[in-house]
T-cell receptor
Framework: AQSVAQPEDQVNVAEGNPLTVKCTYS??????LFWYVQYPNRGLQFLLK??????LVKGSYGFEAEFNKSQTSFHLKKPSALVSDSALYFC?????????????FGRGTSLIVHP | DTGVSQDPRHKITKRGQNVTFRCDPI?????LYWYRQTLGQGPEFLTY????????KSRLLSDRFSAERPKGSFSTLEIQRTEQGDSAMYLC?????????????FGPGTRLLVL
């Protein structure tokens, strides 16, 4: 079975500082990994994904994520946080072919960037 | 706007009433998904379609819930005899079936409140 964990409910960072939002996963095969962002009362917006290839994936709005197979992690990072980055961030995993086409989402991490 | 759209954005209803939500996917996308999201949780899968065919339903989807995608384009999700526990955000997503590469794009959601 596929599962994903976001160990932090909330991450606080000062504007201009680097940020990391953590995600770990469990799958039977090779994972497909995704990050989404959700602003209040909105749907989820796709940020980036890892399917195969380079372990460092670059996405929208200056975000990137590093796939680490030995640590089963896919942490989201950004070198310099903006106040406008404050939102809910969701990690998701698919485990093809065992998990089919449906990703499992984490519970989300609230990122708060202080001015 | 060529993204996923959902209607209505908000719905308040009384317990026992029926409600219907509509989702219009990105036009070339052949897969369509429904999720439910409650406060403090990530999206939980309900059901998905490939073209007109409903291929998978979650055990979360009770008999009071039904979804259709009659012409392989828009979809409707109906909840009969609503209960207070049905209060949630209902999210629709769509994707293009391309093996190993699909990314789900989400609509803005329909927020349901059952009084």
């Amino acid at each position: 079975a596929q599962s994903v964990a976001q160990p932090e409910d909330q991450v606080n960072v000062a504007e201009g500082n680097p940020l990391t939002v953590k995600c770990t996963y469990s799958v039977s095969g090779n994972p497909y990994l995704f990050w989404y962002v959700q602003y209040p009362n909105r749907g989820l917006q796709f940020l980036l994904k890892y399917i195969t290839g380079d372990n460092l994936v670059k996405g929208s709005y200056g975000f990137e994520a590093e796939f680490n197979k030995s640590q089963t992690s896919f942490h989201l990072k950004k070198p310099s946080a903006l106040v406008s980055d404050s939102a809910l961030y969701f990690c998701a995993v698919r485990d093809p072919p065992f998990g089919g086409y449906i990703p499992t989402f984490g519970r989300g991490t609230s990122l708060i960037v202080h001015p | 706007d060529t993204g996923v759209s959902q209607d209505p954005r908000h719905k308040i209803t009384k317990r026992g009433q029926n409600v219907t939500f509509r989702c219009d996917p990105i036009s070339e996308h052949n897969r369509l998904y429904w999720y439910r999201q409650t406060l403090g949780q990530g999206p939980e899968f309900l059901t998905y379609f490939q073209n007109e065919a409903q291929l998978e339903k979650s055990r979360l989807l009770s008999d009071r819930f039904s979804a259709e995608r009659p012409k392989g384009s828009f979809s409707t999700l109906e909840i009969q005899r609503t209960e207070q526990g049905d209060s949630a955000m209902y999210l629709c997503a769509s994707s293009l079936a391309r093996e190993g590469q699909e990314t789900q794009y989400f609509g803005p959601g329909t927020r349901l409140l059952v009084l």
